[in-house]
């Protein structure tokens, strides 16, 4: 007898399906693309051999998993069959596709380095990414504060690509199944698993790996496409009206397939009444507790995301305070104590800000603020980091820069200012500067107190200035 168990995950997966467009039909093809596929006896697919749920190879050498059904479907559409090429990896399906032996890769992301060879359709389901730690690891919500830890992805997956982008320093290690990637983090040779939160359920269900749990669930995301031969933009076309014309029901149907874990149980059928109604009951009382547990721990999560954000940001701005910085110090440290990558600071204060309270108020005093935090904001680059030290003080961490470079920022800044009408009938905003960078085997707050010392100078030579030390 089967018994069927759906993943709490299945809901997420059904609400962000992208819509489709009409119901499904044969598709409205042009003349271009309705010759192609005139030419052409079959299409020829390769896949991943091992990423189920998702997509795989099965023992009779067959298409398996989400993907294969989704390739079924669209097959119909079309009225042209499509033939699986077998291969033993992710990596040799990809090669196989660069040289020209498959028409279409099953799943795809855009990758630039695949771009010679590879187009992609556009995304008709999105994947969150998730992390797997062992269980008594805190709940991720951001990577960054973990940016020290050592995580494993597998090998040739674009997942890793976009995870290095997002995360220019993240510690990873490639293996090649995510079999291999949770007996890492279980064994402690690794922190976290990064994959998606159906294939490290799949993969611990299927492989018994019980030390581990989903942790956190990330804001990157695979949106899931089918890849195509570059030189085949009549395919690239036909898939994308194909994915245009699946209905939702189609999808849910798929996705319901897949997404749900079924297990094999002999039962003695004189008994079967007596289990299944002890099996309801409990079942009931799992699901009961499961809600509640789960609601009170959504309520925890929104919390101390709410705390985190409070804590990291000022009040009257919404920037970075003085807490966050000393964060960001201490990432951009670690980065200069392994690759000897240079960063420098810059202290801005308001000149005369007293007037401006003592003539104008404080709620005006308070408005120049704001909008000096938004002109630095805006007129930075994008890894500077621009936070309010107090009062009228602004700290900028310039990472990747040296000394040179700072004061250059600090000088387009300092013009930025002067040139803004703030609108203040008597007075004119102007700033002053202290630069400097960071020297080896100092304190941070050497760095810091030589930047303050730079910024004295200023002002004691006239102020709206640039200092250096």
């Known amino acids: 007898m089967k018994r069927h168990y759906q993943a709490w995950w299945m809901v997420w997966l059904l609400l962000t399906a992208i819509p489709s467009a009409g119901a499904q039909s044969r598709l409205l093809l042009t003349s ?14 390769c896949t991943d051999p091992d990423w189920m749920p998702y997509e795989g190879i099965d023992e009779q050498h067959s298409h398996s998993g989400i993907m294969s059904d989704f390739h079924r479907l669209w097959a119909d ?8 090429q077998l291969t033993e990896s992710w990596q040799q399906s990809l090669a196989f596709m660069e040289q020209g032996k498959c028409d279409l890769l099953s799943s795809a992301q855009d990758v630039v380095s695949r771009r010679h060879y590879l187009s992609v359709t556009d995304p008709f389901i999105f994947y ?22 050592r995580f494993a ?7 890793a690509e976009i995870m290095r982008k997002r995360y220019p320093e993240i510690d990873l290690v490639l293996v090649d199944t995510g079999r291999e990637g949770l007996k890492l983090v279980e064994k402690g040779g690794a922190y976290g698993f990064i994959d998606t939160v159906p294939s490290i359920n799949y993969q611990t269900l299927k492989h018994g790996i019980s030390l581990i749990k989903i942790n956190g669930v990330l804001d990157e995301h695979y949106a899931m496409s089918v890849g195509i031969r570059k030189d085949l933009p009549e395919l690239l076309s036909i898939y994308n009206k194909a994915i245009a014309a699946t209905r939702d029901a189609d999808r849910q149907r798929i996705l319901n397939n897949w997404l749900s874990l079924t297990f094999q149980y002999q039962f003695d059928y004189s008994l079967i009444w007596k289990i299944l109604l002890a099996a309801a009951v409990l079942l009931s009382l799992f699901f009961y507790h499961y809600f509640m547990v789960n609601r009170h721990n959504r309520e925890l999560q929104q919390v ?20 966050y910085l000393q964060q960001a110090f201490e990432v951009e440290l670690k980065r200069y104590q392994r690759y000897r990558h240079h960063f420098s600071l810059l202290i801005m204060d308001i000149d005369h800000f007293k007037r401006v309270n003592d003539s104008y108020g404080h709620v005006v005093g308070d408005e120049i603020i704001k909008r000096l935090a938004q002109l630095l904001t805006e007129h930075v680059r994008e890894n500077d980091v621009v936070g309010r030290w107090g009062g009228e003080e602004f700290l900028i961490l310039c990472p990747e820069t040296d000394a ?15 040139q803004t009408d703030f609108g203040l009938a008597t007075m004119t905003i102007t700033a002053s500067f202290g630069v400097t960078d960071y020297r080896d085997d100092e304190l941070l707050e050497e760095t810091i107190k030589r930047a303050d010392l730079a910024l004295y100078q200023a002002k004691n030579d006239g102020r709206n200035q640039t200092v250096v030390f």
């Open 32 to 45: 271009e693309e309705q010759a192609w596929l005139e030419q052409v006896d079959a299409i020829r697919l």
């Open 77 to 84: 559409m079309l009225d042209k069959p499509v033939v699986l």
């Open 128 to 149: 969150p990414f998730a992390v797997a730690t062992q269980p008594e690891n805190p709940f991720i919500i951001d990577l960054l504060p973990l940016i020290d830890k």
């Open 153 to 159: 992805m597998v090998h040739g997956y674009a997942g």
């Open 304 to 323: 101390n995301r709410q705390l985190e954000a409070l804590s990291q940001s000022d009040h009257l701005t919404g920037i970075p305070n003085r807490y």
């Open 404 to 418: 040179k470079g700072a004061r250059a920022l600090a000088e387009h800044l300092r013009q930025r200012i002067s």
